[in-house]
């Protein structure tokens, strides 16, 4: 039997990366999946996917920021399966931005779709959880830069770090009623379509300006992860296996954040 089987989920941000992989994933151990994402051409192509591969899904287009989108949501899953038993947090917009060079307001549009998405859509979903009675599971997407200092990069940061703390106050909230809250932390993520990787290889290698990185010559491993890495992880956090695991995080991010600051694992 599929992890999964007889469950329903919500993926909101299902992107073609990390989202939609999520989505796919789900999918695949027999969830059936609500799509969400402020694009519809974004939501409908990942639950157009999963229908093509065999599962469930429907796409229902809005921004997270607003109530009415997520009370929409909630009623389309519990009018077509009449139960939610996860939701995955995940919408997010890279705005890659620092101190001086953030617009105040895209820097509380940024915390707003980070923080404000997880807290309505967390609200809606786990108001019907207790409605129903179900012990359902909310995962709050995290991402290493939400454990580490990274400059030039201040609104995602602050927004993904805050989600940490968010995950734990609500994980205490929702105990009595049997919900688990955890956190799952990917890091940088290599897409699976070769044109994107490549693109994304080309973005991230041994950047330049104010704030120079290198995240593949940095990374402990030979490869960053790609989305498919990360599926397992979130199935399990979804899945009656981690009945007993809520507040807490897992971290698949190829050892990036134990990593210790002067050591330069890949050599020139």
Not at 53 to 78: M, N
Request: proline share 5%; charged share 20%.
């Amino acid at each position: 039997m599929s992890r999964l089987e007889g469950k329903v989920a919500i993926v909101t941000g299902a992107s073609a990366n990390i989202g939609g992989a999520l989505a796919v994933g789900m999918a695949a151990e027999g969830a059936r999946v609500v799509c969400t994402d402020l694009s519809a051409e974004v939501a409908d192509a990942t639950a157009n996917r999963i229908v093509d591969e065999g599962g469930e899904a429907i796409a229902v287009v809005g921004d997270v920021t607003d109530p009415e989108h997520a009370s929409d949501v909630v009623a389309r899953a519990l009018d077509r399966w009449g139960r939610i038993d996860a939701l995955v947090n995940n919408a997010v917009w890279f705005n890659q931005k620092g101190l001086f060079d953030m617009p105040l307001e895209e820097y509380r549009r940024q915390l707003d779709i980070i923080l404000g998405g997880a807290f309505i859509f967390t609200r809606a979903v786990a108001r019907a959880m207790i409605d129903l009675s179900i012990p359902g599971s909310i995962i709050n997407v995290l991402s290493t830069a939400a454990w580490q200092g990274q400059p030039g990069n201040i609104g995602y940061s602050t927004g993904k770090s805050g989600l940490v703390n968010f995950t734990r106050s609500v994980a205490m909230e929702l105990a009595e009623h049997g919900i688990r809250v955890n956190g799952f932390t990917p890091t940088a993520t290599q897409p699976e379509d070769p044109e994107l990787a490549a693109q994304m290889a080309a973005a991230l290698s041994k950047q330049s300006g104010p704030y120079a990185m290198d995240f593949f010559g940095q990374f402990p491993m030979r490869r960053l992860p790609t989305p498919s890495d990360y599926v397992s992880s979130v199935v399990f956090l979804a899945s009656d296996d981690s009945s007993m695991i809520t507040g807490s995080n897992i971290t698949v991010d190829g050892g990036a954040t134990a990593k210790y600051w002067p050591w330069r694992p890949q050599h020139d």
